[in-house]
């Protein structure tokens, strides 16, 4: 794929997780019910439609891709294109009335992480990034923070109770006994928050692929680091730690 190419993947993602977005508002604070899933994790009509749009923006647009998405599973393509979504990541944010849920966009080439979108439409806040082509925060450049020492960091974790689920509880404990501060900010939000270096370090022991996918470009491209707890960049695995780079090393010795 050419650096052109992969610049015009990445504006077509942008336009479609912001439509997809003005979408999802149209139920936002508005009572919406939600069902509860066999993984006992919540959905809503707004979830569904969402989904249901950026499948046929992308269907119509690249007939050839294959698509995988929270709520109507995967579609496969002919080419090594795929694209990986979340139509509201953070539902429990959503339905709660809290502005922090995101519509995240990703996209694949050859089994990596080519570009993505993480989308708060809340917030009016959009990060994107491509591979070697940076990353952005709505019209400005995004970049990690430079906190460099443990004691200063920020630390996210979007729940305690996967870390103990997931048997990482005690790995996190001894991150938090070394960092300045630690707080809740939950799902893609944490990661925009480390991409634009408003946080230093986020944990989660509890992802899917369609958590990861779109998160993944746009920490890298803002100069940061998103791994498993060994180190490991897999946007597949089932747990995440995303550091600005400089505190990578030392988030790995505290988590080891």
């Not at 979830?47 to 109507?72: K, M, N, Q, V, Y």
């Not at 995004?142 to 200063?152: F, H």
């Amino acid at each position: 794929m050419t650096p052109e190419q992969l610049t015009d993947i990445r504006a077509f993602a942008v336009g479609i997780a912001q439509e997809a977005g003005r979408l999802t508002l149209d139920y936002f604070q508005r009572g919406v019910s939600a069902e509860t899933k066999p993984d006992n994790s919540p959905v809503t009509i707004a979830d569904r439609r969402s989904e249901e749009l950026l499948r046929d923006r992308i269907a119509r647009r690249f007939p050839t891709h294959g698509i995988l998405g929270e709520e109507h599973g995967e579609t496969a393509g002919s080419e090594p294109a795929r694209w990986i979504i979340d139509p509201i990541d953070g539902t429990f944010s959503f339905i709660s009335g809290v502005p922090l849920y995101c519509v995240l966009v990703g996209f694949e080439w050859q089994g990596e992480m080519a570009a993505g979108v993480i989308h708060m439409p809340a917030l009016r806040e959009t990060i994107h990034a491509a591979r070697g082509q940076g990353c952005a925060w709505n019209d400005g450049v995004a970049r990690v923070s430079d906190i460099g020492e443990l004691a200063q960091a920020r630390v996210s974790c979007t729940s305690m109770k996967w870390n103990r689920r997931n048997g990482r509880e005690p790995h996190y404990q001894r991150l938090l006994d070394g960092v300045g501060h630690d707080r809740g900010w939950p799902d893609g939000y944490a990661y925009a928050l480390l991409a634009t270096g408003r946080v230093d370090i986020v944990v989660d022991a509890g992802m899917h692929i369609w958590d990861t996918a779109a998160v993944l470009p746009c920490v890298t491209e803002a100069g940061g680091t998103l791994t498993d707890f060994t180190g490991i960049v897999d946007h597949r695995r089932p747990e995440a730690v995303g550091t600005n780079g400089r505190l990578f090393e030392a988030v790995m010795r505290a988590l080891g």
